[in-house]
């Protein structure tokens, strides 16, 4: 069965730290890994991740897949109040994207001022 | 560009009452289409996916249906609702059985007394 298992599950730290959030992936037939972004509602697509070693940047945030050891990192720098949020981790069911996305459990990140 | 509408936004129901949520997508033909369920201290879990008009997989066994009658048109229903069917109901598109990003509207909040 494919699995996603993130960690830390929450993760409370000062304006301006830096945080690193961890997800690791069991699936039977690797195509991509995804993290997403979920402050009140909907989550929010953030990058999408196929190639081992190769980052992926947008602004403070960073992503790195390692296809050999499973798992991916995403990294927020200099944070701010804005970036409290659940961030989800996903990879597509074993049928490919069309068959859904299974998700982590995501980690609760809140940032104090 | 592409935007999908859900509503309602909330609702708050008895045990034992039907249900019906609606979720379409514009700016698009032919989308897949998702619903996913996340319950209190639980990830995303998939629940139905679409290809097509009138063709629905179910991921989980329940006692919600779903069902896709217009092209950019998706449904998710029950006849009786249970406690255990309270949480946030998200509706989900991707462009084709290709593309594993999804985009997720912004969520029905139910709650089952």
């Known amino acids: 069965e494919d699995k996603v298992v993130q960690s830390p599950l929450s993760l409370v730290v000062h304006e301006g730290d830096t945080v690193t959030l961890n997800c690791s992936y069991e699936?039977?037939?690797?195509?991509?890994l995804l993290w997403y972004k979920q402050e009140k509602k909907a989550p929010t697509f953030l990058f999408m991740l196929?190639?081992?070693?190769i980052e992926k940047k947008s602004g403070r945030l960073s992503s790195i897949l390692d296809k050999k050891e499973l798992f991916s990192i995403l990294n927020i720098t200099a944070t701010q109040t804005g970036d409290s949020a659940i961030y989800l981790c996903?990879?597509?069911?074993?049928?490919?994207?069309?068959?859904?996305?299974?998700f982590g459990k995501g980690t609760h990140l809140i940032i104090q001022p | 560009s592409q935007t999908i509408h859900q509503w309602p936004a909330t609702l708050v129901q008895p045990v034992g009452s039907p249900l019906s949520l609606e979720c379409t997508v514009e700016?698009?033909?032919?989308?897949?289409l998702y619903w996913y369920r996340q319950a209190a201290g639980r990830g995303l879990q998939l629940l139905f996916y679409?290809?097509?008009?009138?063709?629905i997989s179910s991921e989980v066994p329940q006692n919600l249906s779903a069902s896709r009658p217009q092209d950019r048109q998706f449904i998710l229903s029950s006849k009786k609702l249970l406690l255990s069917d309270s949480g946030f109901y998200l509706c989900?598109?991707?462009?084709?059985?290709?593309?594993?990003?999804?985009?997720f509207g912004p969520g029905t909040r139910l709650t089952v007394l």
């Open positions: 989900a598109w991707t462009r084709d059985r290709l593309t594993d990003t999804q985009y």
């Open positions: 699936v039977t037939n690797f195509r991509s």
């Open positions: 196929t190639s081992s070693g």
């Open positions: 996903a990879v597509p069911l074993v049928g490919g994207g069309a068959d859904g996305l299974t």
């Open positions: 700016g698009t033909s032919n989308p897949n």
């Open positions: 679409s290809i097509g008009i009138g063709q």
